[in-house]
């Protein structure tokens, strides 16, 4: 995975748990529904992470 798209997974999973904190205060509801987001998120990097690994080594083999 690329430096940019790395930093984007990063920066967005610190807002995602930056705004789930100050969520929690409001509605907790809010906050766990922020929380859940952020999880996915993490998860879809490490997604997209393996997919493009995978390509890479296809290419590299063929």
Not at 13 to 42: E, F, Q, R
Request: charge should be positive.
């Amino acid at each position: 995975m690329g430096k940019g798209l790395s930093l984007w997974f990063a920066c967005s999973s610190i807002l995602l748990l930056t705004a789930a904190s100050i969520a929690i205060s409001y509605s907790i509801w809010l906050a766990l529904a922020l929380g859940l987001v952020c999880i996915l998120n993490i998860g879809w990097g490490f997604i997209v992470k393996a997919r493009r690994r995978r390509q890479q080594e296809g290419t590299t083999q063929a």
